[in-house]
């Protein structure tokens, strides 16, 4: 299990995270909702260790996070990170070379699911493309988690469709997924819990099955409720 405890942040006097917890289970699709600079990419990379925090705490099974054990987290930053001089067999090729838990099977079906060409140039990527690419980078390693910032920004309704796919099939099977979107209506049956942020501060986190059943709402209207009142 992800623990973020009483998580606080800020850059200079700015507050960005103020208090925040929350848990994501293995097997647990968990989303990240909020506006523009609710402060969802700043959680994730506090996760990854990427910015430090103020206080509270990050747990990874229980422990403080190490190199081996974030070696148990694919992380998908927003935009692809790799040279857009290399070619996108490079950057597989890279992937593999760096990190031990690759699984270059799963890379090779993923390319194929999202019909991308190895040989490509990533600079000649179009947006969505490149998105594409950078999600293969994340999902095909070995991890018992996954941190997915904006997955679907800049990928076509048809792809969004088919990567809403990957996420109820094999691909996630298991691990526990935290991830951030603008897109939430794509996946919203497929998200187990929902963590709304408001201004760095956690403002509502249910059980999206339980809010549909009980008060028959989908994850759309409870974000209306609470970022519109
Ligand atoms: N390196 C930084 N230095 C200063 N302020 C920053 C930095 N990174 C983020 N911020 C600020 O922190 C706040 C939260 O940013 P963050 O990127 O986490 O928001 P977000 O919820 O992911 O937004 P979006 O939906 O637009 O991607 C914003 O006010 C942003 O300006």
Redesign the pocket.
Known sequence: MIEVDKVSKG??R?K?LRDVSFTVEKGQIVCLI??????????L?AIMGL?PIRSGRILVDGKKPDRRLYERIGYVP?HLTMPSSMRAVDALTFMEDFYPNWNASRAAELMSFFGLDFKERIGNLSKGTAAKLNLVLGLALDSDYILM??PFSGIDLFSRERIAELFSGDMIDGRGVLL?T?EVGDIEHLIDKAVI?NK?VVARSFDCDRVREEEGKSVVDMMREVLQA
């Open positions: 850059f200079a700015k960005v909020g506006l523009n600079g609710a402060g969802k990419s700043t959680i990379k910015t927003d910032d904006e951030t603008h942020l760095g």
